[in-house]
């Protein structure tokens, strides 16, 4: 595969002072080969051929290695002189080479470097981009690379690795004929396509010269057959010394992964001879069957390798399986995996340039390195909902009179007076929010309703109110979730007879394949988790419900995990037609964790994190063992006495050792039976608390519901468990027991720690969660935020190791690789906004901020529109409710009181055909459709504006620039005080972001002449004068110990008093955007 090691700034004289000893004796090592120079700018340039150790160092000090002479005109600042690009062959691939005889050996090697070379040419067409114009909104084409390779035979560890560095300037020749930096994110961006290409070329010349047969490509790499599974690991001392240390002292990040491997780094050994490095090689094969003659046998003549299988269809279900758009990219490692014995390069690319050229994908969009596409049916599905849902307002769908719905708010508490009654301002704003949603949802009759609220908001609560308004009403009321277990809750908690979206459609599906109406007619059906709902699923539901004329319900929260196949439509549904929002949360007991969950779903991770660990809630260790060994005894503390405690983390790998850790305190502890029954590779006891994960409908088992094994009988495989719900008890044997799901899971996993997708839904006393490599801002969100009373994230943030081959790693720490990671925003969006976002990325702040006004006067209109829309909407609802009364009077009456009722009854329904004809002429200022979109666009742009800001704010903490230093000063150690001056910034960047302030010596530039412009400029320069006065008092003070130690005897203390506002950073876009 393809490695990239950025050589980081500062690094150069590092680097240079070796070469005066030989850089080149790591990149050279004994019996290695040349450096050769590769790519389009060194041809250019006139290199070929072997690369001296003077035209190195003129390479990474930015000079022309031919001349000497500098390569750009002026100084430019560059983050660091270039890249290392490693490609590594397959370890098979690697012992072929080692134990061939001199022709295999030959050909390996040049199927290695055709590899190589195809590579890094797809790099140079599409990754090689340099940037123009102001801020480097413009892209140029650079296919320039400089490129010094040098091929290795061996690991650190002495054991066969064949592979290849290329030394990549950071200076390449744009199309304007200017030198200037690579685009790295380009570069980043494309690592693994061009890794799997090179992979694939590899196989192909392989397949090709020497016959050879594959295994299965997974993540873009195969093995040779034959070539079994222990030989390979025998020859991976490398990679066991790094996944040792990887385990000891990591944290799974890239930057641990490269920790990690520098501090196993171990000078080459060159003093070995070839024969004798050999002679290791023949004792260890030896041991595992591995012999020259096992390769003879492997090896025969060369062989056509198949034509790329390029079938449009199965290209696109593969790459809208996960996600609703792609790009060309990922279309070339779809390609790749499909030809497990390879295919040339160019075969491969002209392969996804016809599947991109097919009626079948759309274009929706472009990247600097290329072009976001999706297929048309996709994106028929997101428009025909979306325009449906637009056509679909005010269509008397699930209208409830007001006055019924007001008397059921006010018996469930959810009324004004009862709101004002609260002494918690907090469960006052919940209260409020929740008796919002049930109007909302019960008096508007949109046909489509989609509401968005945060973890904790009572939105289950409110959806128990609007269910008996509905029922009232003479509606009948369903509903559908992602699973049995979700859709068991929302049952039991609202009464609305509830089913998983799959059950539910199949039962939709089979009543219309008779004939029948899927749903009674006017039905409502509410979906909640709308978030984690695939794209086709829910526009199959879509057309049930519209089939019997009903309403669809949607609520959900895309701050947390997102759909696992094509998804996205519920936010962009939601930002166009949301009809209430409920921001506010009341799970959590203390205030500064709501808070710190509100700055983590809404981008600021850093000023979360920085927080949560002033509250005794980020834990942080040196290395991973230290890390879960806390995790656990934290978790044990908790749970030992009763509460319901759970640890979370990412991977199954990670859940299964932590799941280990937590038996072994069972067992020690005495809480587990003796005799034990195994269910896949685990073993169960009684005692244990465990989860299902297959469905069992007739024994009442869901999948991820919990139990306690209470009883095991381990002569015919049984366990008795029981639920820890609602303590209903099942047995399961061995046909349950030794099931799987269809991703090859087994049936039954210990439950002492999770998944966050199988925590997701569910509300715990105590959560301890483990933050692992690709944490992000959705998944971070779902897990802290099952916490009522205890919230922590346990961390490796350790020092760093200065190699001494190549100099420290890099300059990032892996404190803040993780609070990035916690900011980076991985929801998914739909196909339709995807191509406007990418639009948006393209343009500058300035013509940003300026179609954000442009869309003001729209938004005024909108509102305007809405209100009066309102009004006969509530018009309609009242007449159609005293209609209602009516005829039930009318029902009950005696005969003498008809002839007045019937009066009454013709008045009534002339009261309601006259409200609906008002509503049905009412003349919008513009189309609901394209007020949608308008809504849209205010919020993709609001958060590419955001997403900017933040940038930049990073940047600033990293090195302030003057006009920050000179009103805030330097960033504060104090971590309060650090993220009231990060909050400080934030204004600054906002203020400077709206009004394009340029000014590199004062923060908001001179004072304004517009009046408005100058009320905020000053009130704005009042306040920062303020902070920085607060800042100045808080570093000042004593310091406090604010941050737990490993070795905890009891409960995280929380803030005594919290100043929200003080850490607030300024508004923008927030987690759950206002509808409307």
């Not at 492997?298 to 198949?306: D, I, N």
């Not at 340039?353 to 929706?364: A, C, G, Q």
């Not at 009759?445 to 609560?461: N, Q, R």
């Not at 990035?820 to 500058?844: C, I, M, W």
Request: proline share 4%; charged share 25%.
């Amino acid at each position: 595969m393809l490695s990239i090691g950025k050589l980081a700034a500062g690094q150069e004289a590092y680097y240079l002072g070796k070469v005066a000893e030989g850089i080149e004796d790591y990149y050279v090592g004994g019996g290695e080969a040349e450096g050769r120079w590769t790519g389009s700018g060194a041809a250019a340039l006139g290199l070929e051929g072997s690369v001296s150790s003077d035209q190195l160092q003129a390479m990474l000090a930015a000079k022309n290695p031919v001349t000497g002479q500098p390569l750009q005109d002026r100084e430019q600042t560059m983050n660091g002189p270039g890249f290392d690009l490693t490609f590594s062959a397959p370890k098979s691939v690697s012992l072929l080479w080692a134990f061939g005889d001199d022709q295999v050996r030959s050909r390996v090697i040049a199927a290695h470097e055709a590899a190589v070379d195809q590579a890094l040419g797809h790099l140079e067409r599409h990754a090689a981009l340099a940037r123009r114009g102001a801020g480097g909104g413009t892209f140029l084409q650079a296919p320039n690379l400089i490129g010094a390779a040098y091929r290795h035979r061996t690991s650190r560890a002495g054991d066969p690795q064949l592979h290849t560095h290329v030394l990549v300037s950071k200076l390449v020749k744009a199309g304007d004929g200017r030198w200037t930096c690579l685009h790295s994110p380009s570069l980043y961006a494309n690592a693994k396509t061009a890794g799997f290409l090179y992979q694939a070329e590899l196989r192909d010349q392989l397949t090709r010269t020497l016959g050879v047969r594959w295994g299965e490509v997974l993540r873009g790499t195969a093995s040779i057959e034959g070539i079994e599974e222990p030989a390979e690991a025998i020859f991976s001392r490398r990679r066991s010394e790094i996944e040792a240390a990887q385990a000891a002292s990591g944290t799974g990040t890239r930057a641990s992964w490269q920790s990690s491997t520098l501090e196993t780094r171990k000078a080459k050994n060159t003093d070995l001879e070839a024969g004798e490095l050999e002679a290791d090689w023949i004792e260890r094969a030896a041991t595992v069957g591995l012999t020259p003659e096992t390769i003879r046998q492997l090896v025969g003549p060369g062989r056509e390798t198949p034509p790329v299988p390029a079938d449009p269809a199965v290209l696109t279900r593969r790459v809208t399986e996960q996600a609703s758009h792609f790009e060309r990219r990922d279309i070339i490692q779809t390609l790749c995996e499909l030809a497990p014995e390879g295919a040339p390069v160019p075969e491969i690319e002209q392969a996804a340039d016809r599947f991109l050229d097919t009626e079948t994908v759309v274009r929706i969009g472009d990247v600097p390195w290329g072009s976001i596409h999706t297929t048309r049916e996709i994106l028929e599905l997101e428009r025909g909902f979306l325009d449906a849902t637009a056509d679909g307002q005010d269509a008397g769908r699930g209208l409830v009179a007001p006055s019924r719905t007001d008397a059921i708010l006010a018996a469930r508490g959810l009324d004004q007076h009862t709101e004002n009654e609260q002494a918690d301002p907090q469960l006052r704003s919940v209260i409020a929010q929740q008796r919002k949603m049930v109007q909302a949802v019960t008096g508007g009759g949109d046909a489509v309703a989609a509401i968005a609220g945060v973890a904790g908001a009572g939105k289950t609560h409110a959806l128990a109110a609007a269910h008996e308004a509905w029922r009232a009403e003479g509606y009948p009321v369903l509903g559908a979730c992602a699973s049995w277990q979700a859709a068991d809750v929302l049952a039991a908690s609202t009464g609305i007879p509830t089913k998983s979206i799959a059950s539910r459609l199949a039962e939709f599906d089979n009543a219309t394949s008779r004939g029948h109406l899927a749903l009674p007619k006017g039905a409502v059906l509410v979906v909640d988790e709308a978030a984690t709902v695939d794209t086709r699923d829910l526009v199959r539901l879509h057309e049930h419900v519209e089939q019997a004329e009903g309403k669809l319900v949607l609520i959900g929260d895309y701050d947390q995990l997102q759909a696992i196949g094509a998804g996205g439509l519920f936010r962009a549904t939601y930002e166009r037609h949301g009809i209430a929002t409920m921001p506010h949360s009341y799970r959590q007991q203390q205030q500064v964790d709501r808070h710190i969950l509100e700055l983590i779903s809404t981008g600021h991770g850093t000023e979360a994190l920085n927080l949560l660990r002033t509250t005794n809630g980020v834990i942080v260790a040196n290395n991973g063992t230290e890390r879960d060994q806390a995790l656990v005894a934290d978790w044990w503390q908790s749970f030992s006495t009763g509460n319901d405690a759970v640890m979370l983390a990412q991977t199954n790998t990670a859940v299964a050792e932590l799941n280990t850790l937590a038996r072994a305190l069972m067992a020690d502890h005495n809480r587990l039976g003796t005799e034990t029954v195994q269910a896949g590779d685990a073993n169960f006891a009684a005692g244990d608390l465990v989860v299902t994960r297959i469905n069992d409908h007739r024994a009442g088992i869901r999948n991820l519901q919990r139990w306690q094994v209470v009883e095991t009988n381990a002569e015919v495989r049984e366990l008795r468990l029981r639920s820890i719900d609602d303590t209903h008890e099942v047995t399961v044997g061995a046909s349950y027991l030794d099931a799987t799901t269809r991703h090859d899971r087994p049936s039954l996993q210990h439950g002492y720690a999770v998944t966050g997708h199988t925590a997701q839904g569910t509300t715990r006393a105590a959560v301890f969660a483990q933050a692992e490599a690709g944490i992000y801002r959705q998944w971070a969100t779902t897990a802290l935020s099952r916490a009522k009373e205890e919230m922590c994230l346990y961390a490796v943030v350790g020092e760093e190791p200065i190699d001494l081959e190549t100099g420290p790693a890099h300059n990032r720490t892996d404190w803040d690789d993780l609070t990035a990671s916690v900011s980076r925003d991985a929801a998914e969006t739909s196909a339709v906004d995807e191509g406007l976002r990418a639009e948006l990325s393209q343009l500058g702040d300035t013509s940003l901020t300026h179609r954000l006004h442009s869309l003001d006067h729209a938004d005024e209109q909108a509102a305007a529109d809405k209100a009066a829309r309102d009004r006969l909407t509530r018009r309609l609802a009242d007449a159609k409710g005293e209609l209602r009364d009516i005829e039930t009077e009318t029902e009950q009456a005696p005969a003498a009181l008809w002839r007045q009722l019937t009066q009454r009854q013709t008045a009534a329904s002339d009261r309601v055909a006259h409200a609906q004809a008002d509503l049905d002429e009412f003349k919008p200022f513009d189309s609901p459709s394209r007020r949608a979109e308008q809504k849209a666009e205010r919020t993709l742009i609001e958060r590419e504006l955001q997403t900017r800001r933040q940038a930049q704010v990073t940047a600033d903490r990293t090195k302030p620039p003057e006009y920050i230093t000179a009103t805030l000063g330097t960033p504060p150690t104090d971590p309060l005080a650090r993220a009231m001056w990060i909050k400080s910034v934030d204004q600054v960047e906002r203020y400077r972001q709206l009004h394009s302030v340029a000014s590199k010596t004062t923060a908001l530039g001179h004072e304004p002449t517009d009046p408005k412009q100058k009320a905020e400029w000053r009130k704005l320069t009042g306040k920062l004068a303020d902070r920085q006065k607060e800042i100045t008092q808080l570093e000042n003070a004593t310091p406090t110990t604010r941050e737990r130690t490993l070795t905890k005897t009891a409960g995280p203390q929380r803030a005594e008093s919290f100043d929200k506002a003080a850490c607030q950073p300024e508004p923008s876009v927030p987690a759950i955007s206002q509808p409307g």
